[in-house]
């Protein structure tokens, strides 16, 4: 494993065994907590049991999502392995709710926030539609999960969401824990409930690590908060400044530029950084810290940075001075991190108190419940270790003094709650409840914000560059904006969300959004996606995003993505295709571009459920082949055929289509589109009611306490929701007489051309299916209708658009076992 190691990254050897023990439980099918200080080499230590398979051709997933509590370590990971040798033949990308580089998840590695990964997996993704929100959550069971810094995860939300969520996944995904600051009792507990091997640095190994050689870092707790002439008293030539808020950093760094021209010792740069500035401006700035602050630092000249948390993690960088506002202990010692952080260095973190709420009390926001308790232990912890040197030791220490009681009861109360998580989670799941990600994410989670004059014009709201803000900050701006007496003459609106228009079913449509007004505090939870008028807000590089009331000359620019239907410089668009010749092309997607990500989970989830080996993969080619039976209803041809007619290409009445022509530049079929007398009848759970007993039969007639039930019920469900997660009922269906042909086309590719007939055999009145669908407490199940729905819409979205698909198909014949 060392020679291996050392191979992969070009280093001697490994700092010690902490770095490749990992790799040999992940690849033994056993889970991991790694436990190891800032600095000593934990990426490569996750990044090492990938890496390897991938090389070596071992049994391990073939996508890897790499978690993180913040935007910031997101960018830095994924800079760090594009700039080293591993990465430069990888399709490595980020995912946050800044830069959606990887929106359903589909790179070999994906850097990504929590929140993303979360939502993704509840059905309830940040990144896409809802109606796309059955997606993801294939890819979350599919991979190999890696969380790192997993002590800074919300204990009242996220915490407890991702610790059920790996319950859940143990057995069939691979994961691994990192953090610098595990309590010892968060650590054994941990350990048992996930029933992971945990991995911990040796005092001998800690001497060999670079980063703890030689350093001094003394600590000291100020009474009195943190002001501009606080951090010019102790500065010297290199000082970082964290506040808890953007906008107390934003106000600390206008009066540090205010009173700086007084000094009389030279010039000296300030820079602020935090979550709500573009793109292209936190990179430019992120640059610009690196190079002064970084381990190669300019040393010339003297430079005061302003932040946010977003430096807590993620930055490779260092100061002699740091102050910082009073956080947990956990929190605090990441920030301590960039301080004396290289070898032989000296320095000093100042820690403050925070202002007052208006009941007098400190206000620790954005650290709310028991977090704001842990801020008060803290403080209080503080004065033991003030003005003393803090190494690992030191810092493990106070850990265990504020979190050690804590954690304990904190685990404790998950275990109690967590049958009543569960079932919020499975509702989020089931239902697509938005307001559920306060509860199940973060409690006061993030929100997308734009900037847009019209937001009518705005096509795609995930494709335009957004700022993150907590959906408490928001909340209290539009209070402000209210007591103000706004909106009025000159700012007519103040806040809109997106609410998706009901099109039809189908992927050959983009999704359509109306912009309602935020009329109060509760529609702020409405959404996860927002925008302002630019009448009450400003931007420039020095300060970055504020509310302060401007000009409106400010308006969200393109993102990071170019959206699906703008890509190969086409609008949304397709060509009329049969259903034989959609299925084909569906076929060659799945077996070109999709097996490899399904294979690691479908292999270990059908050993768990007793299912033959190759069952799951058989049961995507299933769901391919029958998606769209509801297609070859009478009133589904009736309207596809009228709508041919109608643009001047009428077909013959026996060609079963799939889809039709459509162009929407054209302004034809625009006027067509008005005119068509309804919506295209829906066709997915049609479909799947049709097809139900041919499936069952295929499975081979399984009892209700076979697992081969479960199977059925999460392909039924696959089938049913291909196009909407929440589908729980369907319309009439009447075979159109010219569909049988093709039908028996697919049944004979499938071993039942004698099962025709069972497609005709429902009823043709309207009705619920919850009793074929998946039950959302039979976690195998569950897991299998998440790998199902995923390979079926992936291969339905690349067949239709060709996105680099060879058009080349895969014959019907391909579908038998």
Same mark, same amino acid.
Request: with cysteine; aromatic share 8%; glycine share 6%.
């Given at each position: 494993?060392?020679?291996?190691?050392?191979?992969?990254?070009?280093?001697?050897? @490994?700092?010690?065994?902490?770095?490749?023990?990992?790799?040999?439980?992940?690849?033994?099918?056993?889970?991991?907590?790694?436990?190891?200080?800032?600095?000593?080499?934990?990426?490569?230590?996750?990044?090492?049991?990938?890496?390897?398979?991938?090389?070596?051709?071992?049994?391990?997933?073939?996508?890897?999502?790499?978690?993180?509590?913040?935007?910031?370590?997101?960018?830095?990971?994924?800079?760090?392995?594009?700039?080293?040798?591993?990465?430069?033949?990888?399709?490595?990308?980020?995912?946050?709710?800044?830069?959606?580089?990887? @929106?359903?998840?589909?790179?070999?590695?994906?850097?990504?926030?929590?929140?993303?990964?979360l939502s993704s997996f509840l059905n309830i993704p940040y990144s896409l539609s809802l109606r796309q929100g059955n997606v993801n959550a294939g890819a979350?069971?599919?991979?190999?999960?890696?969380?790192?810094?997993?002590?800074?995860?919300?204990?009242?939300?996220?915490? @407890?969401?991702?610790?059920?969520?790996?319950?859940? !996944?143990?057995?069939?995904?691979?994961?691994?824990?990192?953090?610098?600051?595990?309590?010892?009792?968060?650590?054994?507990?941990?350990?048992?409930?996930?029933?992971?091997?945990?991995?911990?640095?040796?005092?001998?190994?800690?001497?060999?690590?670079?980063?703890?050689?030689?350093?001094?870092?003394?600590?000291h707790r100020v009474y009195g908060l943190l002001t501009a002439e606080e951090v010019l008293r102790h500065h010297r030539q290199r000082s970082i400044a964290?506040?808890?808020?953007?906008?107390?950093?934003?106000?600390?760094?206008?009066?540090?530029?205010?009173?700086?021209?007084?000094?009389?010792?030279?010039?000296?740069?300030?820079?602020?950084?935090?979550?709500?500035?573009?793109?292209?401006?936190?990179?430019?700035?992120?640059?610009?810290?690196?190079?002064?602050?970084?381990?190669?630092?300019?040393?010339?000249?003297?430079?005061?940075?302003?932040?946010?948390?977003?430096?807590?993690?993620?930055?490779?960088?260092?100061?002699?001075?740091?102050?910082?506002?009073?956080?947990?202990?956990?929190?605090?010692?990441?920030?301590?991190?960039?301080?004396?952080?290289?070898?032989?260095?000296? =320095?000093?973190?100042?820690?403050?108190?925070?202002?007052?709420?208006?009941?007098?009390?400190?206000?620790?926001?954005?650290?709310?419940?028991?977090?704001?308790?842990?801020?008060?232990?803290?403080?209080?912890?503080?004065?033991?270790?003030?003005?003393?040197?803090?190494?690992?030791?030191? &810092?493990?220490?106070?850990?265990?003094?504020?979190?050690?009681?804590?954690?304990?009861?904190?685990?404790?109360?998950?275990?109690?709650?967590?049958?009543?998580?569960?079932?919020?989670?499975?509702?989020?799941?089931?239902?697509?409840?938005?307001?559920?990600?306060?509860?199940?994410?973060?409690?006061?989670?993030?929100?997308?914000?734009?900037?847009?004059?019209?937001?009518?014009?705005?096509?795609?709201?995930?494709?335009?560059?957004?700022?993150?803000?907590?959906?408490?900050?928001?909340?209290?701006?539009?209070?402000?904006?209210?007591?103000?007496?706004?909106?009025?003459?000159?700012?007519?609106?103040?806040?809109?969300? @997106?609410?998706?228009?009901?099109?039809?079913?189908?992927?050959?449509?983009?999704?359509?959004?109306?912009?309602?007004?935020?009329?109060?505090?509760?529609?702020?939870?409405?959404?996860?996606?927002?925008?302002?008028?630019?009448?009450?807000?400003?931007?420039?590089?020095?300060?970055?995003?504020?509310?302060?009331?401007?000009?409106?000359?400010?308006?969200?620019?393109?993102?990071?993505?170019?959206?699906?239907?703008?890509?190969?410089?086409?609008?949304?668009?397709?060509?009329?295709?049969?259903?034989?010749?959609?299925?084909?092309?569906?076929?060659?997607?799945?077996?070109?571009?999709?097996?490899?990500?399904?294979?690691?989970?479908?292999?270990?989830?059908?050993?768990?459920?007793?299912?033959?080996?190759?069952?799951?993969?058989?049961?995507?080619?299933?769901?391919?082949?029958?998606?769209?039976? =509801?297609?070859?209803?009478?009133?589904?041809?009736?309207?596809?055929?009228?709508?041919?007619?109608?643009?001047?290409?009428?077909?013959?009445?026996?060609?079963?289509?799939?889809?039709?022509?459509?162009?929407?530049?054209?302004?034809?079929?625009?006027?067509?589109?008005?005119?068509?007398?309804?919506?295209?009848?829906?066709?997915?759970?049609?479909?799947?009611?049709?097809?139900?007993?041919?499936?069952?039969?295929?499975?081979?007639?399984?009892?209700?306490?076979?697992?081969?039930?479960?199977?059925?019920?999460?392909?039924?469900?696959?089938?049913?929701?291909?196009?909407?997660?929440?589908?729980?009922?369907?319309?009439?269906?009447?075979?159109?007489?010219?569909?049988?042909?093709?039908?028996? !086309?697919?049944?004979?590719?499938? =071993?039942?051309?004698?099962?025709?007939?069972?497609?005709?055999?429902?009823?043709?009145?309207?009705?619920?299916?919850? =009793?074929?669908?998946?039950?959302?407490?039979?976690?195998? &199940?569950?897991?299998?209708?998440?790998?199902?729905?995923?390979?079926?819409?992936?291969?339905?979205?690349?067949?239709?658009?060709?996105?680099?698909?060879?058009?080349?198909?895969?014959?019907?014949?391909?579908?038998?076992?």
């Open positions: 494993m060392e020679t291996a190691f050392a191979r992969l990254f070009g280093v001697q050897k @490994p700092y010690g065994s902490f770095q490749t023990r990992p790799a040999e439980y992940l690849l033994d099918g056993r889970n991991v907590i790694l436990q190891a200080p800032t600095g000593s080499g934990k990426t490569m230590a996750a990044l090492f049991p990938y890496l390897l398979a991938r090389r070596e051709g071992l049994d391990f997933p073939r996508k890897m999502l790499y978690c993180v509590p913040m935007r910031v370590l997101a960018r830095s990971f994924y800079n760090d392995l594009k700039n080293n040798r591993q990465g430069d033949d990888l399709d490595a990308r980020l995912q946050t709710g800044e830069q959606k580089d990887d @929106p359903q998840l589909e790179a070999e590695i994906t850097f990504a926030t929590i929140d993303q990964v979350v069971v599919a991979a190999y999960l890696v969380f790192d810094e997993f002590h800074l995860l919300d204990p009242g939300t996220t915490l @407890p969401t991702t610790l059920e969520m790996l319950r859940l !996944l143990k057995g069939i995904t691979p994961f691994l824990l990192m953090t610098a600051t595990f309590s010892k009792e968060m650590l054994s507990r941990l350990a048992a409930l996930l029933d992971a091997e945990v991995v911990a640095v040796s005092p001998e190994e800690l001497k060999s690590i670079p980063s703890q050689k030689e350093k001094e870092r003394r600590i964290i506040c808890n808020t953007v906008e107390r950093a934003q106000d600390l760094y206008r009066r540090l530029i205010e009173l700086l021209p007084s000094r009389a010792n030279g010039e000296t740069r300030v820079i602020l950084l935090h979550s709500r500035f573009l793109q292209e401006d936190r990179r430019k700035k992120e640059d610009e810290v690196r190079r002064l602050f970084g381990k190669d630092a300019e040393k010339a000249g003297s430079v005061i940075l302003v932040a946010t948390q977003v430096i807590e993690v993620g930055l490779d960088i260092s100061c002699e001075v740091l102050h910082t506002e009073i956080a947990p202990a956990s929190a605090i010692l990441q920030r301590a991190g960039r301080c004396a952080r290289f070898v032989a260095e000296k =320095g000093d973190v100042y820690v403050y108190q925070v202002p007052s709420d208006k009941k007098g009390e400190p206000n620790y926001a954005p650290y709310l419940g028991q977090q704001a308790a842990l801020c008060a232990k803290n403080w209080e912890a503080l004065d033991f270790f003030t003005g003393k040197s803090m190494d690992f030791h030191a &810092e493990q220490h106070l850990v265990n003094l504020v979190h050690g009681d804590f954690d304990a009861m904190l685990l404790a109360n998950l275990e109690q709650a967590a049958y009543a998580h569960r079932k919020q989670m499975h509702k989020a799941i089931g239902w697509q409840e938005m307001g559920l990600a306060r509860e199940l994410i973060r409690s006061d989670d993030s929100v997308s914000l734009l900037v847009h004059p019209n937001p009518a014009e705005i096509e795609n709201p995930y494709a335009l560059e957004s700022f993150s803000l907590f959906f408490g900050t928001l909340s209290g701006q539009l209070a402000k904006w209210r007591a103000e007496g706004l909106p009025d003459e000159k700012v007519s609106w103040l806040l809109k969300y @997106p609410y998706e228009r009901e099109e039809g079913e189908g992927e050959d449509r983009p999704v359509r959004f109306e912009w309602l007004p935020v009329q109060d505090q509760r529609q702020v939870r409405y959404s996860s996606v927002f925008v302002v008028n630019p009448l009450l807000v400003q931007y420039n590089y020095e300060l970055g995003f504020c509310f302060t009331p401007g000009a409106g000359d400010f308006q969200s620019p393109p993102g990071s993505i170019v959206p699906r239907e703008r890509e190969k410089g086409r609008q949304w668009g397709y060509s009329r295709e049969s259903y034989q010749q959609h299925v084909e092309k569906m076929l060659n997607v799945y077996h070109t571009q999709l097996t490899r990500e399904l294979a690691y989970a479908a292999d270990r989830l059908e050993r768990r459920m007793g299912l033959r080996a190759g069952l799951l993969e058989y049961a995507v080619r299933l769901a391919i082949a029958l998606h769209d039976v =509801g297609k070859m209803d009478r009133r589904w041809q009736g309207w596809a055929h009228e709508w041919q007619r109608r643009i001047g290409a009428p077909v013959a009445e026996d060609f079963m289509i799939a889809h039709t022509d459509y162009d929407p530049g054209d302004p034809l079929h625009q006027a067509v589109e008005a005119q068509m007398p309804g919506a295209r009848p829906p066709h997915a759970a049609e479909g799947a009611v049709a097809t139900h007993k041919v499936i069952y039969q295929l499975l081979g007639a399984p009892g209700k306490n076979d697992p081969h039930f479960k199977l059925f019920r999460a392909l039924f469900t696959a089938i049913a929701r291909h196009h909407s997660p929440r589908a729980d009922g369907y319309q009439s269906f009447a075979l159109h007489p010219a569909a049988r042909p093709t039908l028996a !086309l697919l049944l004979r590719g499938l =071993g039942a051309e004698e099962k025709a007939a069972a497609a005709l055999e429902i009823s043709k009145n309207s009705r619920p299916v919850t =009793g074929l669908l998946v039950q959302l407490d039979s976690q195998d &199940e569950l897991l299998a209708y998440f790998l199902l729905v995923r390979m079926l819409r992936l291969a339905d979205q690349k067949a239709m658009g060709g996105r680099g698909v060879n058009q080349e198909s895969v014959p019907v014949c391909l579908l038998r076992r």
